[in-house]
């Protein structure tokens, strides 16, 4: 599967962004989804992952309660809408692919978005 991130940008802080993962390659739907990123000098994070079917959905603590991912199976992407966002927000973003049979194996990785959250 190919993944593809959009949505990144500059924000003020408290601003919102919606991240987007286009995929492509084979079936959407049999493969959990994440999100993930890395700040300059840091290492790389998890942010929030959803199940095949939507049905299931974690999040770190860091971003909980400010931070939604969803999915949509028909259009082969999976989003993440980033509300309230913090200048420690900042980093380039990741979305993953782990095959529904092996949770949490993140196999497949997009090639990143840059969020920029000014203070």
């Known amino acids: 599967v190919q993944l593809v991130e959009s949505g990144g940008g500059l924000v003020q802080a408290g601003g919102s962004l919606r991240l987007s993962c286009a995929a492509s390659?084979?079936?959407?739907?049999?493969?959990?989804m994440g999100w993930f990123r890395q700040a300059l000098g840091k290492e790389r994070e998890f942010v929030a992952s959803?199940?095949?079917?939507?049905?299931?959905?974690y999040y770190a603590d860091s971003v909980k309660g400010r931070f939604t991912i969803s999915r949509d199976n028909a259009k082969n992407t999976v989003y993440l809408q980033m509300n309230s966002l913090k200048p420690e927000d900042t980093a380039i973003y990741y979305c993953?692919?782990?095959?529904?049979?092996?949770?949490?194996?993140?196999?497949?990785w997009g090639q990143g978005t840059l969020v920029t959250v000014s203070s």
């Open positions: 959803i199940g095949w079917s939507g049905g299931f959905t």
């Open positions: 390659g084979r079936s959407f739907s049999v493969y959990d």
């Open positions: 993953a692919a782990s095959p529904a049979a092996t949770p949490m194996v993140y196999g497949y």
